[in-house]
């Protein structure tokens, strides 16, 4: 499939890396199914797009300061799906002309810089600039207007499958990208070896307590499956407490000892008299 893409139209929306990501989307229309990257830089003046094994990082771009054409190396070692995030996020660094090259003739994306988030509240040029790389490449993996199918109803780790399934996207970013969209409070958990190694929180659910390498109680593992939703000890995995708050958990066990956990926080305002509370200053008038 041949794209055609008026890129100047897509730069004048300016630097908002969502922004841009939204305007190529509207000028590919109505699809469905993966979206189509390779053949999106093809069509923005990216003229060869090689894999390679590498070892040292993830991506690289090799362009020149205006911009004016462009060829990105990827990691043969990774897997499909994040050679297409790869792909997506030197798409960003290409477009916008503002962020600074880490070498003479362009960019090297590690594996680290695939994960920063954060966007305007990044100091560092270098967090903030992989940072809006990254926004821009799920917006436009998983944009805002595919997402419905998957936000509707209660929140389950099997509709976080289906998406990655049907954009063809890993099941971590899918996750993340569901955490981000969805109206309940919610945070997903990765571990390795029911490990702790990072989260993601919803804009509202509470800070998280655990720490890198931190044991998780995540129960039995079975390969390729997922689990049920279990309430957890909210004091386990939150920071503080400061209304009550009860949580549940449901893990979906992936191969090589790696899993994602859903939470999904209930945030009480005012703690309401529980039953034993009530029994007992019941038995308590009747002794008067």
């Known amino acids: 499939m041949t794209l055609t893409l008026d890129r100047i ?3 004048e929306v300016g630097l908002n890396p969502q922004r841009l990501a939204q305007a190529i989307q509207q000028q590919l229309g109505a699809q469905e199914g993966a979206v189509p990257i390779y053949e999106i830089v093809a069509a923005l003046d990216i003229d060869e797009v090689r894999e390679e094994r590498l070892s040292n990082f993830e991506a690289a771009l090799v362009t020149t300061r205006e911009r004016d054409r462009g060829r990105i190396l990827l990691n043969s070692r990774s897997n499909p799906q994040r050679r297409r995030f790869s792909l997506s996020h ?3 660094h290409f477009l916008n002309s503002t962020h600074e090259q880490t070498s003479e003739d362009g960019f090297h994306c590690t594996r ?3 994960s920063i988030s954060g966007g305007d509240a990044i100091s560092d040029v270098h967090r903030r ?4 790389a990254n926004s821009f490449a799920i917006e436009l993996l998983a944009p805002q207007s595919r997402l419905k199918p998957f936000l509707r109803g209660t929140p389950d780790l099997r509709q976080v499958v289906a998406m990655a399934e049907e954009l063809d996207i890993s099941r971590e970013a899918a996750a993340r990208r569901f955490v981000e969209m969805h109206s309940a409070d919610l945070a997903v958990v990765f571990c390795k070896d029911s490990r702790f190694l990072y989260g993601v929180r919803g804009r509202d659910f509470p800070r998280l307590s655990l720490r890198k390498g931190e044991q998780c109680d995540l129960g039995t593992p079975v390969e390729s499956t ?6 957890v000890p909210a004091e386990d995995w939150l920071e503080s407490l400061p209304r009550r708050c009860e949580v549940v958990a449901q893990t979906l066990w992936q191969a090589d000892g790696r899993s994602t956990t859903l939470l999904r926080a209930e945030l009480h305002d005012h703690d309401g008299p529980g039953f034993d509370d009530t029994f007992e200053r019941f038995a308590n008038r009747d002794e008067r």
Not at 129 to 132: D, K
Not at 226 to 231: A, K, T
């Open 129 to 132: 600039q992989e940072s809006e």
């Open 226 to 231: 997922i689990s049920d939703f279990d309430e």
């Open 90 to 92: 030197e798409l960003l």
């Open 9 to 11: 139209a897509i730069e």
């Open 112 to 114: 680290r810089d695939m």
